[in-house]
């Protein structure tokens, strides 16, 4: 069929502060027709991630920023619909980084197929994808941890987060975690197994509550927060802690430089690593990923949530709900 | 001798601020009478340290507080002038932690004796003892130190400092760093033959300073001063860059807290390792270090400072020193 009205989501211009549906344009483009080796993918479901806050701006990151009036790109999956290309059939799922448009033409290069497998489609955006791909590496490669451990996350019951959560207690650790809703604290502590849950939207004091709820101290902290959240759990590690970034979605937003944590000097006191990591680096470990996470994935060990959006004119909803707190677990769109 | 007079430095109050004369007490106790299994210890050299301003404080830090009226304690080296002790025999030199002090008895079991040696006994409170450990372990094992790296250090003329400059410097690599005056930017250049120089006191933009002497970036960084400095190399580090967090001297007079960096998303953006260390933990290393360091000194390839006060009495007065940027290389009180 002859694509003539393929919609994408357009950067218009770079958002200040916390991102508005202004910044965002939906446009509409024929798709270019087949060449021999080329195969015509239609995206079923586009992954919506707060690091693409980050390539929003003008300055160079760890990748490169998006460009104004050009496609968003991002994590998606979808599904081939034609094919000259024999090592992508018509019906074949495939993953790829083309997200937040509808159809896309590619000679396959920057396709991954994905496996024959009961798991939903989607989960390959999340749980078996980048994002269990994050908590994984984070947690056994960057912070090491070890049976036993007294791990902490912030933004626990994120998509990453929930994942931490499940990986740490599956290795046998105590695990606490912050959220900001108490919905959010019964969904760890009920259907995630977690020990203990901090609401930072209602506690007085950040510090007294974490240190509550981690009465023997912290060794392992997966930082997806920063701000008021690093600060309060430098004076709880223990010694020889181990602190992954991964993120600081306080600081995404911010239009004037905040402030860092005024006890850096923990670090010394108590001997902490503190490693920042990007997924991406880690790439070639994400076979050995898949083959674990789908184990614990059909042994009922692990288990996810998404917040979905419906229609790709909804994209950028969903990624403004991100730093609105409105997800739990991963944030998707699902298109038509 | 029965030794009346043995006088001592005692912590008064816990200073607040810079430490004033008015924070010491100076006393004098007489030395009890040898028991079998003892000797009698004649400290000859007193070392003083920076990391002693946070045992001051009266909150728990990585060691024990120091208690208020009671002998400060500190590296020293000393002579055994008695002896009831066969494995400690008169004349033989001996360094300890029981420094602040003329004289103290000792079983034995808190000495080290000294290797017989050409290299003057003070030495092994800097450059072959828990400085220049300090420096080897902070570069090698922390920092992950390899041939190229290009490495910034602060506080780079202080006795940590001056080594791992020369350290790096000998491991093939492009070395810069940061003083306090012109006269140890000179030092640096002429005597240590480390690459460029920035003079934090007289620089309208440390950062872009910083940069100037690091046109290639920052691979890894020796981080002894902490605040701006932090804050600047951060911007200017290169991916996977390594920062060994030795000491953070702008922050141990601080009164209020001081806000760290606003950066510190840089750790994501970069990948970056932070890891802070404390030289005791790894003292197992100590014997294959003073194997290295001592050819190294033999063949001429690594030279130190010292900075001298004379007599107990000077004590304090060489302390407060070290915050005002008094020394170049290590800080030492001689005995009589």
């Not at 009036?69 to 619909?81: D, M, T």
């Amino acid at each position: 069929m002859y694509i003539e009205s393929n919609r994408e989501i357009q950067l218009l211009r770079r958002p200040v502060g916390i991102p508005s549906k202004e910044d965002f344009k939906l446009v509409s483009h024929p798709v270019a027709e087949l060449q021999e080796g080329e195969v015509l993918v239609k995206n079923t479901w586009l992954s919506v991630d707060p690091y693409m806050r980050g390539r929003m701006m003008e300055r160079a990151s760890y990748i490169e920023p998006f460009a104004l009036n050009e496609v968003l790109s991002g994590g998606a999956v979808g599904e081939v619909v034609e094919s000259r290309n024999t090592d992508f059939p018509v019906g074949r799922k495939v993953s790829s980084m083309n997200g937040w448009r509808e159809y896309f033409t590619s000679t396959g290069d920057d396709l991954q197929l994905l496996p024959h497998t009961e798991i939903a489609e989607q989960a390959f955006l999340s749980v078996l994808g980048m994002t269990g791909m994050t908590a994984f590496t984070g947690l056994t490669k960057i912070a090491e941890l070890k049976e036993g451990d007294r791990v902490f996350v912030s933004a626990a019951s994120g998509a990453v987060g929930a994942i931490v959560c499940q990986i740490a207690k599956l290795k046998g650790c105590y695990v606490a975690g912050s959220v900001g809703s108490d919905e959010k604290a019964r969904y760890l502590l009920d259907d995630l197994g977690v020990d203990a849950v901090v609401n930072y939207k209602t506690t007085d004091d950040l510090q007294e509550s974490i240190a509550k709820a981690c009465p023997e101290g912290i060794d392992v902290y997966f930082e997806n927060v920063g701000g008021a959240h690093l600060e309060a759990v430098l004076n709880l590690m223990n010694d020889h802690g181990r602190i992954a970034v991964c993120g600081m979605i306080d600081q995404y937003n911010a239009t004037t430089p905040q402030a860092g944590p005024a006890n850096l000097s923990q670090l010394i006191i108590k001997k902490l690593k503190v490693q920042g990591f990007i997924v991406f680096e880690h790439w070639d470990d994400y076979p050995a990923f898949v083959e674990q996470m789908t184990q614990w994935i059909e042994a009922g060990k692990i288990t996810w949530k998404e917040t979905v959006y419906n229609g790709i004119e909804q994209a950028p909803d969903a990624f403004i709900g991100l730093f609105k707190g409105e997800n739990t677990g991963k944030m998707l769109v699902k298109l038509a």
